[in-house]
T-cell receptor, first 122, second 109 residues
Framework: GAGVSQSPRYKVAKRGQDVALRCDPI?????LFWYQQALGQGPEFLTY????????KSGLPSDRFFAERPEGSVSTLKIQRTQQEDSAVYLC????????????????????FGPGTRLTVT | DAKTTQPNSMESNEEEPVHLPCNHS???????IHWYRQLPSQGPEYVIH???SNVNNRMASLAIAEDRKSSTLILHRATLRDAAVYYC??????????FGTGTRLTIIP
């Protein structure tokens, strides 16, 4: 079946431009995560949605970063007035079907990651 | 957030077993031990997880110390396709994943 897809795969932006990165999660997954991965580092959490509700945005580095998931499926990460330090790979992951979340008594579900969007700010 | 520690890099010969260690010094009683790996130019992918007992699946085996302060991911017969960065993570429920810098595994043909 289809996995998590992200678009575009590569984006070059001039400093100060706004960018929008799209994530299509696995159909039926209620949880959606965004991570940022700098070169040579592990991914770092940005924000988390359960359906359309943004339950945690503690990892967003500044108010220039904004994420939405208006219908509980596709999500968009928007970065306004991009800076060079925003250059990174942005990863999206999804997990949990509605059934497993409702009956969730154990403490595990794997996250499925997309291939990422590599953003380069020049 | 719980943080794990791993060696920065390891090398192994092709078709030999690989043992990737991880220290879980701050793991809580409810955390599961998860392993993910990231192949070049791809997003991370789940490998295996466990709580207290050793676990096997088609990709790997996971050995967990009795005190849960350490674990070892075992690839029984490494292939070139296993070259990746391997991350061990303490994780509970539907929380975010907290990645460290991982172990970069190089497979020597």
């Amino acid at each position: 079946g289809a996995g998590v897809s992200q678009s575009p795969r590569y984006k070059v932006a001039k400093r100060g431009q706004d960018v929008a990165l799209r994530c299509d999660p696995i159909s039926g997954h209620v949880s959606l995560f965004w991570y940022q991965q700098a070169l040579g580092q592990g991914p770092e959490f940005l924000t988390y949605f359960q359906n359309e509700a943004q339950l945690d945005k503690s990892g967003l580095p500044s108010d220039r970063f904004f994420a939405e998931r208006p219908e509980g499926s596709v999500s968009t990460l928007k970065i306004q007035r991009t800076q060079q330090e925003d250059s990174a790979v942005y990863l999206c992951a999804s997990s949990f079907t509605a059934d497993s979340l409702f009956f969730h008594l154990s403490s595990y579900d794997e996250q499925y990651f997309g291939p990422g969007t590599r953003l380069t700010v020049t | 957030d719980a943080k794990t520690t791993q060696p920065n890099s390891m090398e192994s010969n092709e078709e030999e077993p690989v043992h990737l260690p991880c220290n879980h010094s701050t793991i809580s009683g409810t955390d599961y031990i998860h392993w993910y790996r990231q192949l070049p130019s791809q997003g991370p992918e789940y490998v295996i997880h466990g709580l207290t007992s050793n676990v096997n699946n088609r990709m790997a085996s996971l050995a967990i110390a009795e005190d849960r302060k350490s674990s070892t991911l075992i690839l029984h017969r490494a292939t070139l396709r296993d070259a990746a960065v391997y991350y061990c993570i303490d994780h509970f429920g539907n929380e975010k994943l907290t990645f460290g810098t991982g172990t970069r595994l190089t497979i020597i043909p």
